[in-house]
């Protein structure tokens, strides 16, 4: 049972990592495809959308207080 979770933990964190990663690459290209901008996918702009994204979503660190 303890692989089984242990499985289970590694395939959320792989999955986790990847979506962080593909993430703003998917963003560049949705603006390209919606506006047609003709933005270059390279790691600066890629870096620009990190940014960008910690900037208006934040970085939510916190934890519940049970009281």
Known sequence: M??????IILFFLVALIAILC???LFTI??????FGTEIPVNFSTYCAVVWLMTVVHGIKLGYKNNN
């Open 2 to 7: 303890d692989g089984y979770k242990l499985l």
């Open 22 to 24: 593909v993430g703003p």
């Open 29 to 34: 290209w949705s603006i390209n495809c919606l």
